[in-house]
């Protein structure tokens, strides 16, 4: 014999709801949403999202006979089960936050927009059913008071995603202009070292030139000393147009990054 839809669905069979609210719930969780027959409205939220479970949300279902009287598959029964719910959420959000608190690079934030992102899409969609929901009820005051918990929530875990961003976004930059500093200092170091070969090489060359003859004819030749002289001159010219171009650029440099 085939299961009546009613058997079928994941709706508890001791909850009396319209057959029609049956085909408004499909296998898989789908969006959060209210669905309203008869008198009966019937919740369906998400519950907690975690990491790893690659989007696949579980449900949980609220119903609300016509009587007035809430019951859920979770957490018990009357309003109070919607309020433990919700907290569910307020508990997660008080954790990341915290999280966030100490986060001190850009891993440390990732790991927080891992958990505040899912979790901040969760909360938008449970405010967009429960303001719904205050719609349909709107002289219940557990419900408007549940709507207002839920719009904190959405905005809490809006303003820990901002700052979370803007947290790894300021690490990485951060980072970057070490990385920048440190190149310029390697820079630096080279420019140094080209300015000590450019002081010694003419000097070095002449030396390796005389080397070739004895040095007694090396040293008693006026020539040599002219040469050695002229080899330091042309060293020190060498060496200062060296410091000074790097000191115009530096102070190009400067100019760029002050405006």
């Known amino acids: 014999?085939?299961?009546?839809?009613?058997?079928?669905s994941i709706i508890p069979q001791s909850w009396d709801v319209p057959e029609a609210m049956l085909h408004?719930?499909?296998?898989?969780?789908?969006?959060?949403?209210?669905?309203?027959?008869?008198?009966?409205?019937?919740?369906?939220l998400h519950q907690l999202?975690?990491?790893?479970?690659?989007g696949r949300r579980k449900r949980s279902l609220f119903w609300r006979n016509p009587a007035g009287q809430w019951k859920s598959k979770r957490h018990g029964d009357g309003i109070e089960s919607l309020q433990k719910h919700v907290q569910i959420f307020a508990k997660a959000v008080e954790k990341v936050d915290a999280k966030l608190d100490v986060s001190n690079d850009a891993g440390d934030y990732?790991?927080?927009?891992?958990?505040?992102?899912?979790?901040?899409?969760?909360?938008?969609?449970?405010?967009?059913v429960l303001e719904e929901l205050r719609d349909v009820l709107p002289e219940d005051a557990e419900v408007m008071s549940l709507r207002?918990?839920?719009?904190?929530?959405?905005?809490?875990?809006?303003?820990?995603?901002?700052?979370?961003?803007?947290?790894?976004d300021f690490c990485m930059a951060e980072?970057?202009?070490r990385q920048a500093r440190a190149s310029r200092d390697a820079g630096d170091e080279a420019r140094l070292l080209n300015r000590l070969v450019a002081f010694f090489f003419p000097?070095?060359?002449?030396?390796?030139?005389?080397?070739?003859?004895?040095?007694?004819?090396?040293?008693?030749?006026?020539?040599?000393?002219?040469?050695?002289?002229?080899?330091?001159?042309?060293?020190?010219?060498?060496?200062?147009?060296?410091?000074?171009?790097?000191?115009?650029?530096?102070?190009?440099?400067?100019?760029?990054?002050?405006?």
């Open 49 to 54: 999202p975690e990491l790893g479970d690659d």
């Open 110 to 128: 990732l790991e927080v927009l891992r958990v505040a992102t899912p979790l901040h899409r969760s909360c938008r969609n449970k405010l967009a």
């Open 1 to 8: 014999m085939k299961p009546t839809p009613r058997e079928k």
């Open 203 to 259: 000097v070095a060359t002449l030396a390796a030139i005389g080397g070739m003859n004895p040095p007694g004819e090396v040293f008693g030749s006026q020539q040599i000393w002219m040469i050695l002289a002229i080899g330091l001159v042309a060293g020190l010219v060498l060496h200062y147009s060296n410091v000074l171009t790097t000191f115009l650029n530096r102070k190009k440099r400067r100019e760029r990054e002050e405006d």
């Open 24 to 44: 408004g719930i499909g296998k898989k969780a789908g969006r959060q949403k209210m669905i309203r027959e008869d008198d009966h409205i019937l919740l369906i």
């Open 175 to 177: 980072s970057a202009e």
């Open 148 to 168: 207002d918990w839920a719009l904190g929530l959405e905005r809490s875990t809006e303003f820990i995603c901002a700052d979370a961003r803007h947290g790894m």
